[in-house]
Nanobody, 118 residues
Framework: VQLQASGGGLVQAGGSLRLSCAAS????????MGWFRQAPGKERDFVAR????????TYADSMKGRFTISVDSAKNTVYLQMNSLKPEDTAVYYC????????????WGQGTQVTVSS
């Protein structure tokens, strides 16, 4: 599975961004897709995960209400809509693919930088 993330950039606090993660490769339909982020000097943290059908979704508590994960199965693409962005949301955002819902990440995308200015 290959993952290509895009959509990052510089935005002012309160603004919005939508990240995309295009997936390719065999057996993609058997994976759960998600997003993680890593701020400078910090560990990589879970953001959200979604099933291929979109029927199962989970978020990190701190993301609920501002971030929305969605999937377009026909395009093999997962999105992360981020609203009301805060400077503390500044990080490299990585898309990820899991074979198991609560399992370790099996594949990582290359990351896309999100910078929120105050």
């Amino acid at each position: 599975v290959q993952l290509q993330a895009s959509g990052g950039g510089l935005v002012q606090a309160g603004g919005s961004l939508r990240l995309s993660c295009a997936a390719s490769g065999r057996a993609f339909s058997t994976y759960y897709m998600g997003w993680f982020r890593q701020a400078p000097g910090k560990e990589r943290d879970f953001v959200a995960r979604i099933s291929r059908s979109g029927g199962s979704i989970t978020y990190a508590d701190s993301m609920k209400g501002r971030f929305t994960i969605s999937v377009d199965s026909a395009k093999n693409t997962v999105y992360l809509q981020m609203n009301s962005l805060k400077p503390e949301d500044t990080a490299v955002y990585y898309c990820a693919a899991n074979r198991r819902w609560y399992g370790d990440v099996d594949y990582w995308g290359q990351g896309t930088q999100v910078t929120v200015s105050s």
